[in-house]
């Protein structure tokens, strides 16, 4: 797991590595995180969820929390769990471990909500993702995580809008919950490919100098786990 890193600068657009595909676009998921040795993440937020062909990227609505997005790697979850409980909604819930290099420490527990349904729908495609990443883990440790700096590009729309006869890298979870679309204008991408594998076969990165610049940015600002008030009282 990572935080904010998987966002543009002002924290409204989601940011996909080049060559990574979003298969699941889920808004009105509530998101709560255990407690961990990170300050200020514990906690219950509401957000969208993307679940791609490398990872899930949840962002929370705009706040003035410092949390923009946290993203999980498939190979860095842990002991997930989907429950469908006869008293209360249906949850999905585990353990995201730490990415190296990705301002997060430990283990943090999370379980996830869906206010508009398709929690079903969507656990059974994570846990599909999750067993196919397992199958293809490589041996060694994966490299330290590194977030994508410099010029990003508006993603093209094969990146958002997969086939619904063939999801991406061959694999094809069922949609059906999830009809809508994210909005083009908020899908970036960077040059940089996919740091670590995902579940099928690698799509080829898309040649750069045909997309168009979006913007660019540095390194995301440490995550202290302030809010917004206090991060103007102490600057003051």
Known sequence: MSINTANTPDGLGVLLYNGETIVIFAQGVVMTLGTSQNQG??????GTIYLTSHRIIFMPDPSGDQLKSFEIPFNNMQDVNLNQPIFGANYLCGIATAVQGGQMHGEVPWRMTFNRGGCIEFGQSLLQAVERAARMRPQNAPPAYSPPLGVFYSA???????????????????????????????????SAPPPYPGIGP?????????LHVAGQFEAPPAYTGETAEGLRRRAN
């Open 202 to 210: 690698e799509r080829g990165p898309h040649p750069t100098e045909e």
């Open 41 to 46: 993440l514990e906690g219950r937020r509401t």
């Open 156 to 190: 093209p729309p094969a990146y958002y809008q997969p086939s619904p006869d063939q999801g991406p890298n061959g694999f094809n979870p069922t949609t059906d919950s999830f009809p809508d679309q994210p909005n083009p204008s908020r899908v970036f991408m960077s």
